[in-house]
């Protein structure tokens, strides 16, 4: 007798985030004598690791009751978290407004136009200013809560006085265009402050690669934007095995390396808290920051790198060559973390990083030669060499 193969179905979209595959990058691993693994965050239907993110952040305020069925997520995002939200919020009978800096690679806010979430570019100036992405996009949802709290007061208005003229319905008063008869609540994501970031990490991804690794992993890597992956991660794994080390890799610019190695957060060009511009001198894009977040604060590491932007360049050049890996700027700079984790333990350990997205959002900024030679940062290495390694 033949046995039909049953066939294991997905439910819907967000059915198909997560339970990602950990590969092994051969050029890392047999280049520095480790087992460097690449969790490929990239294969989500979304395209990133924010996908995980996206869902999490919206059952939870769902079941909370912050948002509701047609109601609008707002989020100030570089891009990632962005796509990722307006991929799932229609999932949930939701829509999607994004506030992003207009630094970032154009391709990311024609993708969420494509999507149809409503897009604002913004210019990129500190946190500290009113004007920053993420206020803008708060701002955005509170906005959004006012307008829908005035249409139910004149619908509410008006049932009453229809019941109080017989048979005549007084007309409704004019609204503003933006406003539809069914809008309803606005919610704002809040990535960098909301634990479910971080918990999206802590009850999925890291307990997926405690189990794909069998148990058996010496380290994990990887840069933060709003730290909640690295944060959930480590969390996780320490509290599997206190021997996992866990480390940061950080891009130029950001302070996030100078609080974990010094307990202070700053950079040469600024004492903590002061810097009123644009924070970062970086081409990577989603990583790097100048402020500790909640979820950064639940982070247990054991040490930080300091990658530079020709390194990130250099080994995205280099995987695309020798593993046909075509990765984005942060999932660049965690392999560089990963070479550093390989060279400061040692051969014979496995290291863990990140494949956060693909290079598939970076056309025009990190894989534009013609961009990056004007900032001398054109690649040229033929192997390892850019990190010591020959």
Known sequence: MIRKKKVITKVGLVGTIGNTPLIRINSLSDGTGCEILGKCEFLNPGGSVKDRVAVKIIEEALKSGRLVNGGVVTEGSAGSTAISLAIVAPAYGCKCHVVIPDDAAVEKSQILEALGATVERVRPVSITHRDHYVNIARRRAAEANDLAEKHHKINNRNILLSEQINGLHPKEENLDPVISHDYKVGFFADQFENLANFRAHYEGTGPEIWEQTDGSLDAFVAAAGTGGTV???????????????????????????????????????????????????????????????????????????RGTDIEAVEMSRYLL??????????????????????????????????????????LSKFYDNDYLSKLNLKPSAVGLEFLGIK
């Not at 009123?276 to 979820?295: A, H, M």
């Open 231 to 305: 944060a959930g991660i480590s969390r996780f794994l320490k509290e599997k095995n206190p021997n996992v080390r866990c480390y940061l890799v950080d891009p130029p610019g950001s302070s996030l390396f100078n609080k974990v190695t010094r307990g202070v957060m700053y950079t040469k060009e600024e004492a903590e808290g002061r810097r009123l511009k644009n924070p970062f001198d970086t081409v990577t894009e989603g990583i790097g920051i100048n402020r500790l977040t909640e979820n950064f604060k639940l982070a247990e590491l054991d040490g930080a790198f």
């Open 321 to 362: 060559k020798k593993d046909g890996l075509f990765l984005g700027s942060s999932s660049a700079m965690n392999c560089v973390g990963a070479v550093r984790v390989a060279q400061l333990l040692g051969p014979g350990h496995t290291i863990v990083t990140i494949l956060c997205d693909s290079g598939m959002r970076h």
